[in-house]
């Protein structure tokens, strides 16, 4: 029972998916490891997410070239500056190679917020996810060019340039399914 408690805490309250929870809870391990790597720690409140903004240690995430940011609801629109160059780097190349844009739908949380999403949404899983630490963010496949609604051609081509930069060793990423999101964490 304890182990399966143990893997229930590594799982991100965004994976809602049908894949095996422990297939999925050992790839989410690997992106809490990298997570933690980039110098800021577990993020619990709003005001410990401002004295690292305040130390350049979180940087402001808006729009930019090849991506727009949704409206975000538990999440918070920072990230690590290595996390935030590595979506520039894949929205350029997603740009280059479709001439379209994605979406991000979630950025850093705390576990303030975490434990807010767990009051409203019954499927929330306990536990810390790499969110935590500004190193994770979250890019829609069923949403481009600012729509909403299924493109296959774009969503292959997001995961086609994804895994090219997994393979370069830049970042991780995971398919989800229940919320048709990629989570991704930069390394
Ligand atoms: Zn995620």
């Known amino acids: 029972m304890k ?15 049908h894949k ?3 297939a999925q809870s050992a790839r989410y391990k690997a992106h809490l490891s990298i997570a933690r790597q980039h110098g800021v720690p577990l993020l619990r409140t ?9 130390k350049k240690k979180l940087a402001k995430v808006s729009s930019g070239k090849g991506y727009r940011v ?7 629109p920072y990230l690590v500056p290595r996390a935030k160059t590595v979506l520039n780097q894949v929205a350029r190349a997603f740009y280059a190679r479709t001439g379209s844009t ?16 767990r009051r409203v949404n019954g499927n929330a899983v306990f536990g810390v996810s790499s969110h935590n630490y500004g190193s994770s963010f979250d890019i829609s496949y069923v949403r481009f060019n600012g729509r909403k609604g299924s493109n296959k051609r774009l969503e292959r081509a997001l995961h086609a340039v994804l895994a090219d930069f997994q393979a370069k060793g830049k970042l991780l ?6 919320v ?3 989570h991704i964490t930069a390394r």
């Open 102 to 117: 994605f979406t991000v739908t979630s950025l850093t949380r705390t576990t303030g917020s975490q434990n807010r999403l």
């Open 70 to 76: 949704q409206k975000l609801t538990y999440s918070k």
């Open 20 to 22: 095996p929870v422990i």
């Open 180 to 182: 048709s999101c990629f």
């Open 46 to 54: 709003d005001a410990q997410v401002k004295s690292y903004v305040s």
């Open 3 to 17: 182990r399966y408690l143990a893997l229930f805490m590594i799982l991100p309250f965004c994976v809602l998916t």
């Open 173 to 178: 990423y995971i398919k989800e399914y229940a």
